[in-house]
């Protein structure tokens, strides 16, 4: 059991502008959870973390994957993409926001602001709800090395962004009708 505790960050870097409680998620490990009610609009957050070259995000990205795979309580991922050359290494503990987790029925966004990546509510949150925003992935053949836990009624059961939605729904078809086991005669 992860114990309460609260979300203040260890330094300035990305102090919540509402406040905010790290907690056991259903989804993930910790979560980050509402404490207070949340105007739909409201920056919740800023995701900071050390700016980093697209190849070396790759890099990364492997080497947390392969870690996950016998490491199930750290996260997969915490890269946040900001261009074709830059991302966000967010695995940093003065990063409240990389306890994040995805939905896919979210309550938040993420949106560059000024070369800031903040998390704003795009629904009005109440006190006590988890934090969450879909990831946005794009569908690749790797799709599944991010398998979706929400939870939610609108669950695709994979780490994707809603546009690639009806992509991945026609993966999963074909892949339904390949591996049917074919009729004894
Ligand atoms: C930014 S981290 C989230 C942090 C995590 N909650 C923690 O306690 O550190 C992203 C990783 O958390 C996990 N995760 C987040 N949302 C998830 C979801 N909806 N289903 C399954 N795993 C999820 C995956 O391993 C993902 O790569
Ligand atoms: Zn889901």
Redesign the pocket.
């Known amino acids: 059991m992860i114990k309460r505790k609260s979300a203040q960050p260890s330094n300035k870097k990305n102090e919540p502008l509402v406040s905010l409680t790290l907690k056991k998620?259903s989804?993930?490990?910790?979560?980050l959870y509402a404490n207070e009610d949340i105007a739909k609009g409201t920056k919740i957050i800023e995701y900071v973390g050390e700016k980093i070259t697209a190849k070396e995000a790759g890099r990364r990205v492997d080497a947390s994957l392969e870690n996950?795979r016998s490491n199930h309580t750290h996260?997969?991922?915490?890269i946040f993409e900001l261009n074709n050359r830059y991302s966000i290494d967010?695995d940093v503990p003065y990063n409240t926001a990389?306890?994040?987790?995805?939905?896919c029925d979210p309550n938040a966004e993420t949106d560059i602001i000024r070369g800031k990546v903040w998390i704003i509510a795009i629904r009005d949150i109440k006190a006590g709800e988890e934090i969450l925003y879909n990831y946005g992935y794009e569908f690749k053949e790797d799709y599944k090395d991010?398998?979706?836990?929400?939870g939610s009624s609108r669950c695709v059961g994979f780490?994707i962004h809603e546009d690639s939605w009806p992509q991945l729904r026609r993966a999963l078809k074909k892949e339904s009708r390949t591996s049917l086991t074919p009729r004894s005669k």
Do not use: E, K
């Open positions: 998620s989804i993930h490990n910790v979560g996950h996260g997969a991922v915490y967010g990389r306890h994040i987790n995805h939905s991010h398998p979706c836990l929400c780490i």
